[in-house]
């Protein structure tokens, strides 16, 4: 009987060995990028200490928010500088690309900061919020011009902010639901009303699709009996109407450049252990495209797994956010990845 307990054992400590060396693959194909480790210290700012919301400006090159601490003082509060980085995603250089914009300490690590890009590359929307503060800013690579589209003062807004892919207008949340604004002023429209105060319910990370006729968005609501929060990635017209409820369970939506399919990031397996899912917008049902590791970094955000999709201008690749890349001390590190979809 003792034999048999301990075959048995064996057997069961043999799998379990071999179901962690399976998680540790993030995919078969997935390719580094970048960490922030890489980035270059800055005389100015000093060193990268979060790299995030990585997206496309075509001809394969990505760009991605590099945020950086400043500190002059022992006692005196940090501020955060917030640069824009690019490269190649077929090879190349890190080289810096957007401008160096200083604020009061973002909320988190990992949160409180988007940027988002027109397809050309032309326009970069770069959105933050912090503990009193949001802004939204618009970047002009060509001519290198910074306009801030809602100032600081405002506290309607959330930090979460998309360009249109002509760069004529922005969508953005706040508490009362999601908004599209023209680049230039007037009036927000709303087009889906929400009401925090009353029932908690809001809207997350919206984004455009490439050919302009439609916004996805997460539906944030409460789930009463569970005692947490649904999300369920939507589709709404660009003139708006009657939202589409597309992926429960999903955040952080991606349009791929035919705007036919979205890539998201979920937990459908296993609780905490997030990979990125492809989904049809016909309603298909969504492939699932990275396994993340069952790692213990240092950064808990994306905790155990990837997130923050997005697709190359070919649609050839998807890159993503994950924590398994080590510093010297053994620490994981945020680093962005590279996965061929096809």
């Not at 944030?220 to 709404?236: G, K, R």
Request: with cysteine.
């Amino acid at each position: 009987m003792k034999r048999l307990a301990i075959w048995l054992l064996l057997l069961g400590l043999l799998t379990m060995f071999s179901a962690c060396e399976e998680e540790q693959i993030i995919t078969d194909n997935a390719q580094f990028l970048i960490s922030e480790l890489d980035i270059p210290e800055n005389t100015i700012w000093g060193n990268c200490y979060a790299m995030d919301s990585p997206v496309s400006i075509g001809n394969n090159h990505l760009a991605f928010l590099c945020l950086f601490h400043t500190q002059t003082g022992l006692y005196q509060r940090k501020r955060t500088s917030i640069a824009v980085g690019s490269i190649d995603l077929n090879g190349g250089d890190f080289q810096f690309i957007g401008p160096g914009i200083s604020c009061e300490e973002l909320f988190y690590y990992w949160e409180g900061h988007r940027l988002d890009a027109t397809p050309d590359g032309r326009y970069l929307l770069i959105s933050g919020q912090g503990n009193s503060f949001t802004f939204i800013y618009l970047f002009d690579t060509t001519t290198g011009s910074l306009q801030e589209i809602i100032p600081q003062e405002d506290r309607q807004i959330d930090n979460d902010a998309c360009i249109s892919p002509d760069g004529q207008w922005i969508a953005y949340t706040s508490q009362d639901g999601l908004w599209k604004m023209k680049i230039d002023g007037g009036e927000p429209i709303l087009l889906v009303a929400t009401d925090f105060q009353t029932d908690y319910t809001y809207i997350d990370y919206p984004a455009w699709s490439p050919d302009g006729s439609q916004l996805a968005f997460v539906l944030c609501e409460p789930d009463e009996q569970e005692d947490s929060t649904n999300h369920t990635i939507c589709t709404i017209p660009f003139n708006g109407g009657t939202y589409q409820r597309m992926v429960v369970g999903a955040i952080e939506p991606s349009w791929s450049p035919d705007s036919k399919s979205i890539a998201f990031v979920s937990d459908f397996a296993t609780w905490g252990d997030k990979a990125i899912y492809i989904a049809p917008v016909d309603g298909s049902s969504p492939t699932k495209i990275t396994y993340p590791p069952l790692a213990d970094g240092y950064f808990d955000i994306p905790p155990n797994g990837d997130g923050v999709p997005c697709w190359s201008s070919d649609g050839q690749w998807i890159v993503f956010r994950s924590d398994v890349r080590q510093d010297p001390s053994g620490h994981t590190r945020p680093s962005l990845w590279k996965i061929n979809v096809n």
